[in-house]
């Protein structure tokens, strides 16, 4: 009888010990990643696929660099909302800001501010969604001192994805404003 | 899903000696899954008609192909078996004549077409009469029939017209079938997909590209009393509604907006139009009147208000807005007064139709990342979903109220390949889910009113 107790407590302990032993590998293993943040992107191409959502997207707004281009040098040309919303993160101000600066500094340029979508609504719904993201980024660009008529809008809702994957990933690097030159 | 619907079929084989025009008849308020077993002779020809026709049309047995153009209306519907040919015992021209009904009860079909074809030369041009007759096995009596005498190249309307006639005769209700379909045709990967506007037969026939596809077209919509077309058009990069004749091929835009219109429908007397117009991040819905040019603003709420679609008597509006937080389905009085929401159950709610018969709105709701085609009473009551896909929207009704038809897209795999986007309708019991062939991959379908003569 009290074999068998030893025995069943003896195996509760080792079965315990397994148990903190696993949870601190996978805490460590954790804690490097999080150390690490400067380095996350370069790290994602390599790591697993959820880590490397957790790197390109926060929330469900898209941070990475993939798709991204550039208005002028130094200057990215778009930015990313979360699902069904128009809100700027902080983000997206700043390259907006930087935009700004510089379509004050080159006044003869136009350009046209395409919002878009990902394929997950209705196709009118999202018509109307791309319009206010491109409107979303157009009055941010006009409060840092360009001028209305210097921007166009125009959504193409679900129309132009830039990725054609069907994942959360692929949808965060849809739902975007891009400003283009248009002379 | 389907199970909630699945209800005992009710079929009525209704005897009724000595009244001779109701003698078989279909319930198709349910499911129904033990068809009508109907047997389409094939219609027959003359050597000299059959001569002549294939001069014409370059088709040997006219005859053969009116009667597959109605077996394949009729199988379709579900509502249908038709039985195969090799079975009938009775040559087409005797069975047309008087059939021995009992060589089509020993195959145990219940009812009977027979038809024939005949050349004509009317003031020196060709044409051709076909006449059909509709025969009730078990009553031994001809039930209906009609004779039409039309262009050679009418032939496949002929079909139809048939199985209008036939449909009508059978269900007590008018039918889809002489109707066209205006869709978007796609063509190209994802990212950079061409699209046109394309019509066709509703049986998939006939097929004709209305743009070339040098600019983005979108949501393509019939007038129900002619065949006017409303659509969007990113016609040099200015997304517009247009309005497109597809008899003369004339197009022109609908009015003169300050901004993006889109989401465009015709009202129930074809004589105007509502649509949302996006200015300054904001999305109102509109009305022009086609008539008199004048134009107005029906709803006025900084939320997107869009995807109108009237009521059958005109009085309604039904639409999607995020006034809410997320879109859900209201309800409005045509003037843009007493707005009520009237879509209440869990998940996105979005493309209101109105139905023909007025009774039910069909919708596109997304939940837990599915999309379902779903129908509502017009208080928001009595929601059942039809069908649940990975991504499908935009429905729109035949015209007499008893299909859905509607696009479905498909999931990429992880190298973002394998999309495509296809025409799908369904019954409103929620059975009969059938792929609509068309040429190239297509989305936005609206289905035309029963075409005239």
């Known amino acids: 009888m009290n074999l068998v107790k030893i025995l069943k407590n003896a195996f509760l302990v080792v079965l315990f010990g397994l148990i903190i032993t696993a949870c601190a590998t996978k805490k460590s293993v954790k804690t490097t990643t999080e150390s690490s943040s400067t380095t996350k992107a370069a790290e994602a191409q390599k790591a697993d696929p959820i880590e490397k959502l957790d790197a390109l997207m926060q929330g469900d707004v898209y941070i990475g660099s993939d798709t991204v281009g550039e208005l002028a040098s130094g200057v990215p040309d778009r930015v990313f909302f979360a699902t069904n919303e128009t809100i700027l993160t902080t983000a997206s101000r700043e390259t907006l800001r930087k935009q700004a600066a510089w379509l004050r500094q080159n006044s003869d340029v136009t350009v046209v501010v395409e919002g878009h979508a990902d394929e997950r609504g209705t196709r009118e719904y999202n018509l109307a969604l791309g319009e206010r993201r491109a409107n979303a980024a157009k009055d941010y660009l006009m409060t840092y001192g360009v001028s209305s008529d210097r921007i166009k809008v125009l959504s193409y809702g679900k129309e132009r994805p830039v990725d054609s994957g069907s994942n959360p990933l692929s949808w965060s690097k849809n739902r975007r404003s891009v400003t283009v030159k248009a002379n | ?453």
Not at chain 2, 80 to 106: C, G, M, N, V, Y
């Open chain 2, 1 to 453: 899903m389907r199970n909630k619907f699945l209800l005992l079929f009710i079929f009525c084989l209704i005897l009724k000696p000595g009244i001779s025009y109701s003698l078989v008849e279909i319930d198709i308020t349910r499911g129904n899954l033990d068809p009508l077993p109907i047997s389409v002779s094939p219609f027959f020809a003359d050597e000299i008609s059959k001569e002549k026709i294939k001069k014409n049309l370059n088709i040997d047995n006219l005859g053969i192909e009116i009667s597959k153009v109605i077996e394949n209306n009729l199988r379709k519907t579900g509502l249908f078996d038709t039985l195969d040919k090799e079975s009938f015992l009775q040559k087409p021209d005797i069975a047309h004549l008087k059939p021995r009904f009992e060589d089509w009860a020993l195959i145990k079909s219940q009812v009977l077409i027979t038809g024939k074809v005949t050349s004509k030369i009317i003031n020196k041009k060709d044409y051709i009469r076909i006449e059909f007759k509709l025969w009730d096995i078990l009553g031994a009596k001809m039930v209906d029939g009609f004779s039409l005498t039309t262009v050679p190249t009418n032939w496949r309307r002929v079909g139809h017209k048939i199985s209008d006639k036939v449909y009508e005769r059978l269900t007590g209700e008018s039918g889809y079938f002489d109707t066209r379909i205006i869709y978007v045709a796609e063509e190209g990967p994802k990212t950079q997909r061409v699209k046109k506007l394309a019509i066709m037969d509703q049986d998939g026939f006939n097929t004709k590209y209305l743009t070339l596809g040098n600019e983005l077209v979108l949501t393509p919509r019939f007038n129900p009393t002619n065949q006017m077309v409303t659509y969007l058009s990113y016609f040099r990069n200015m997304p517009r509604v247009y309005l497109l004749n597809i008899e003369t091929g004339k197009q022109e835009v609908v009015g003169d907006f300050p901004g993006m219109t889109f989401a465009p429908r015709f009202s129930p007397d074809g004589k105007k139009i509502i649509m949302s117009l996006a200015k300054d991040g904001n999305s109102e819905i509109w009305v022009r009147n086609l008539e008199t040019n004048i134009q107005e603003k029906l709803t006025d709420h900084p939320s997107i208000d869009t995807s109108p679609s009237y009521s059958p008597d005109g009085k309604y509006v039904t639409f999607n807005s995020d006034r809410s937080g997320y879109q859900q389905i209201y309800v409005m009085r045509s003037d843009g007064s007493k707005v009520k929401r009237i879509s209440f159950g869990k998940g996105i709610y979005g493309t209101p139709v109105w139905s023909p018969r007025g009774d039910l709105i069909a919708f596109t709701k997304l939940h837990k990342g599915k999309f379902f085609i779903g129908v509502m009473r017009t208080d928001g009551s009595g929601e059942r979903l039809l069908t649940e896909n990975f991504y499908q929207e935009a429905p729109s009704w035949s015209p007499n109220g008893r299909i859905i038809i509607f696009y479905r897209e498909t999931k990429t795999d992880e190298k973002g390949q394998g999309f495509s986007a296809k025409l799908w309708s369904i019954d409103l019991t929620g059975y009969n889910e059938r792929l609509v062939k068309t040429e190239t991959d297509a989305s936005d379908p609206s289905w035309s009113s029963l075409l005239g003569n």
